[in-house]
């Protein structure tokens, strides 16, 4: 098995980044192409908690090592199973996903928390961090040193798509951050013409 971690500080609100993640397989994440749809499976709010539980499953063009495709076998789309519950008490956002695409060769569980950063926040300033943890195995018999090729090659795919997603969820908080301060001096606007 090999493990992916990353911490990382967003210079946007918790609000902000708990908004833009809806938003972070649009048109203005040039990150996301490779994404070809997003459905939502279910989507409920527990009474008790206001916990919202959504499941998605987001369809992807296949993005694995040529080699590993012409070894394996496989289509040109792959298949992630994901949860998601956001807590706007606790302010708390976690997402774990799973492949379903290869899910008896290679297993790659991640799960993604994102909270505000109440050390390095300060009023009018907030911040947001993101914990970005993931294990990835291959479960395929056999040699051993295929085994962890299969891992190494995945987990170095892994943090390069992660890395591309933080820029796409970056570009998206700027451009949402841009739309909405430009909405509200619109609104200014038209209240001052009235």
């Known amino acids: ?3 992916y971690s990353y911490n990382c500080t967003f210079e946007y609100s918790w609000e902000e980044v708990s908004t833009a993640n809806w938003r972070k397989y649009c048109p203005w994440n040039q990150s996301s192409g490779h994404v070809i749809s997003v459905d939502t499976l279910s989507r409920s709010v527990d009474p008790s908690t206001g916990i919202l539980r959504t499941e998605r499953l987001i369809t992807c063009a296949q993005t694995a090592p040529a080699w590993v495709v012409a ?3 496989g289509s040109t789309t792959s298949h992630v199973y994901e949860t998601s519950y956001v807590s706007p008490i606790t302010k708390n956002v976690t997402m774990c996903s799973t492949n ?4 008896k060769i ?3 569980r991640e799960t ?3 909270t505000p950063d109440t050390n ?3 009023p009018g300033h907030e911040r947001t961090q993101l914990k970005q943890h993931a294990e990835i195995t291959a479960l395929c018999g056999g040699i051993k040193k295929v085994k962890a090729k299969i891992e190494e090659a995945s987990l170095e795919r892994f943090g390069q798509n992660a890395q591309r997603g933080r820029e796409g969820l970056e570009a998206v908080l700027e ?3 841009r739309a909405f301060r430009e909405e509200k001096l619109q609104q200014r606007t038209l209240g001052m013409a009235s």
Request: glycine share 4%; net charge positive; hydrophobic share 50%.
């Open 106 to 108: 290679l297993s790659v």
């Open 71 to 73: 070894l394996l076998g």
């Open 1 to 3: 098995m090999k493990v």
């Open 120 to 122: 390095s926040s300060t």
């Open 175 to 177: 451009m949402s951050r």
């Open 100 to 103: 379903l695409t290869w899910s």
């Open 112 to 114: 993604v928390v994102y």
